[in-house]
């Protein structure tokens, strides 16, 4: 029995991870805003780049 596993030709290169995720939000996404419980917002945004 072969262990050899071919994905598919449209899978991605790398394990998909909650971290790559979160950085392509953060490359896609930065004024997309998240909210949680209604009671707290959040965006993709450096804080330093909060103020400006």
């Given at each position: 029995?072969?262990?050899?596993?071919?994905?598919?030709?449209?899978?991605?290169?790398?394990?998909?991870?909650?971290?790559q995720l979160l950085n392509?939000?953060?490359?896609?996404?930065?004024?997309?805003?998240?909210?949680?419980?209604?009671?707290?917002?959040?965006?993709?945004?450096p804080h330093s780049q909060?103020?400006?």
């Amino acid at each position: 029995m072969s262990s050899i596993y071919n994905g598919a030709p449209s899978a991605y290169d790398y394990p998909l991870l909650v971290k790559q995720l979160l950085n392509r939000a953060k490359t896609v996404s930065l004024d997309q805003e998240i909210v949680y419980a209604d009671k707290k917002r959040f965006t993709y945004k450096p804080h330093s780049q909060l103020r400006k």
